[in-house]
């Protein structure tokens, strides 16, 4: 009795590790659901919004100028921000806000990725920390799923004259 019901424990405790381990890999190298809050992203994406993320872009350097990522947020390592990514490496990206007078420009370094928020006047974001490394990029965010009405693919920025092609 006291085998059987050891035997049980452990197939039990087998099959936990092994279904955990399988959803590890799911969420860490495929994708996952986050809910993004804040102003930042906005109109593209409302404060509680409920987005699919994959991280498969991330790990064939498939990101391109336009996606929204998911990020780990350069001042706080804790926390993750939610931005467009507006130049990549070797790109020409315009540095300053867009109420200044005279605007200035600068050059992506490689290995990094210049990301800012659709919301320019309420948004943290490269024109405040600089190229964010893109190691730092844990996903591409491809489609919001909640609110309903609002289900599907994002909208293109509404910032899409900041993308430079030089």
Same mark, same amino acid.
């Given at each position: ?15 936990t590790v092994q279904y955990?381990?399988?959803a590890h890999c799911a ?47 350069p001042n706080d390592p804790? =926390?993750?921000?939610? $931005?467009?990514?507006?130049? @990549? /490496? %070797? *790109?020409?990206?315009?540095? &300053?806000?867009? +109420? ?5 420009? =600068?050059?992506?370094? $490689?290995?990094?990725?210049? @990301? /800012? %928020? *659709?919301?320019?006047?309420? &948004?943290?974001? +490269? ?40």
């Amino acid at each position: 009795m006291l085998r059987n019901g050891l035997g049980k424990t452990f197939r039990f405790l087998g099959y936990t590790v092994q279904y955990g381990c399988i959803a590890h890999c799911a969420f860490e190298y495929l994708g996952g659901i986050v809910v993004c809050s804040g102003p930042s992203m906005e109109p593209t994406i409302q404060n509680s919004d409920i987005v699919f993320s994959e991280n498969l872009s991330r790990h064939f350097y498939c990101i391109r100028k336009g996606d929204i990522v998911i990020v780990k947020s350069p001042n706080d390592p804790k =926390s993750n921000i939610c $931005k467009r990514v507006i130049g @990549l /490496e %070797g *790109d020409k990206v315009c540095t &300053s806000n867009p +109420s200044d007078f005279l605007k200035s420009h =600068s050059y992506v370094p $490689k290995g990094h990725v210049w @990301l /800012e %928020g *659709d919301n320019l006047r309420n &948004s943290t974001d +490269s024109r405040c920390y600089g190229p964010v490394p893109y190691g730092l990029i844990r996903g591409r965010i491809c489609f919001k799923i909640w609110p309903l009405n609002d289900f599907g693919f994002l909208r293109a920025s509404p910032n899409s004259h900041r993308f430079l092609d030089d």
